[in-house]
């Protein structure tokens, strides 16, 4: 499989452990974690035309995607 950029792992490294553990004891973390890989992946097979798709969509998509990422991180850090 290919490498797809914006794993929260990597946006977030120094959170491993603490997001191993949100998504094992808090169900609405582990929705908004499954939530943000499902767009993320979306997002890039858009970006590399696996799934093309218009602009609007695209764009949606990564607001979408960067709301997910702002509450986990206020998750993560709170």
């Not at 191993?20 to 890989?37: I, P, T, W």
Request: hydrophobic share 35%.
């Amino acid at each position: 499989m290919a490498h797809t950029p914006h794993e929260l792992a990597e946006e977030f490294p120094e959170h491993v452990d603490k997001m191993h553990e949100l998504k094992g004891s808090n169900a609405r973390f582990a929705r908004l974690f499954d939530e943000y890989h499902e767009i993320n992946r979306a997002i890039h097979r858009a970006e590399t035309d696996v799934e093309p798709t218009d602009d609007f969509n695209m764009e949606d998509m990564r607001k979408k995607r960067l709301r997910l990422k702002d509450e986990i991180y206020a998750m993560l850090t709170g």
